[in-house]
């Protein structure tokens, strides 16, 4: 027996608490939605990245080969977005205000002539998609055991829990300030610690999905004397059910009600996709005579329905005005397109589009957009056709490396269907909003995502 084996057991999990720790807190402030919170999670990532390394170096922690075809893949689009802020390409590459501006100002005028308008923009937004990659690569290779992946989806799932209260809380009692520190504008939606109600249900529903995966692996197991209820009498079952599945019903309704109550139509209706995705997953093989899978699946449907009953009146206000928001986005989406068929093949710079979009932007287009509330066109303008279609293809392939556990998987599939279902809700999403770009939900995506991948290698050992 190998006398450091247990000692490098303990410094991954002490490693994998940290870099769960990372992601919980980045939620505060404002999903890490400014300057200096998202330094302080890259920061802190990069610290618990550098100790793994440390420890793989000395072999006291075994290391993993992540998927090689999304790891190729990622690192092709870090390497474009770094060469869009490099002055050292050819000078036609460049982005076109540049030429402008030298013709304006004459050819003894210096400018950068880089492909993006805003090297520092491109930079930083490079530091925090490198982060998110950090995140995945250590969640991946801390990830491998089954019990650190319960754990962290338990640790998830009551995160879910204390910002759906927070939410609520500050939501009815009109909080005008961020934990009592920072001031935040009070208003009648929950959006718990997040600058806007669309990425906290981004964010909420990944959480939800992590108590749905919670909850399963107690209630689905056949065996489980917990919920090997008598037939005999349906009151007693009632009751031995309630005493037995009262904290994961309570989970669900508490988190429902708070994504109902954010009002947020795109994070509903991608929630619902991606709950209806994971029961379909679990339940696809095994269906038949599984009395757990048919009780959570009761569960969940008691659980929306009695939140969308008591809270969904602002989201059927908000679904009713969908008309005329969505037509300013049509608008948005046209002038975007425009601006990507203008330089389809190297786009305008990786984190830009802020400052790119606005020599785009026409007196049909009312509203402030410095986000296209779409990822994908987004992705499109930022860094051109070619890379665009390598950064979704890493997604697409953590989500085939999920597909292939779940189908070689026959005893707990959970962790593979969930890294499906949270693939799911953040694709979806994205074509109406903007969450992934917010660093708490980025990252929460990208534990997930770590944590289902590990469990889906092939020979990993399922509890």
Partial sequence: MNPGAGQGSRLEAGLLALLLLGVVAAVIPFGSNREWSWSVCALFMGVVGVAWSALALLRVVRAWQPPLVASVLFLLVCAWAWLQTWAGLPSDWAHPLWSLAVSALGTGSEFPMTVSLAADDGMTALMRYAAYGLVFFLAFQLGQDPNRAAGVVRWLAIAGVVMAGYGLAACFGQWDRLLGIWPFEARTVVRGTF???????????LMLLCALALSWRHVAPRRNPAYQLPSSDLAQRLERFLVSAWRPLLMLLLMSAALFLSGSRGGFAATLAATLVFLSALGWRRWRGSTGRRVLVAMVVAALVC???????????????????????????????????????????YGTFADSFRLYRDE??????????????????????PVALAQFAVIAALLLTCLRGWRRRSVNPVYPALGIAATVLVAVHSLVDFSLQIPATAMAYALIMGIACAQSRRGSIYS
């Fill in 195 to 205: 600058v806007n109600r669309n990425s906290f249900a981004t964010w909420m529903g």
């Fill in 307 to 349: 939140t969308f009953w008591l809270t969904g009146s602002g989201l059927m206000k908000r679904l009713d005005r969908s008309g005329a928001d969505m037509a300013s986005r049509v608008e948005a989406y046209t002038l975007v397109a425009g601006g990507i068929d203008d330089n389809p093949a190297l786009g305008f710079g």
């Fill in 364 to 385: 049909r287009l009312r509203a402030h957009f410095d986000k296209a509330h779409n990822t994908y066109m987004e992705n499109l303008f930022e860094l051109g056709w």
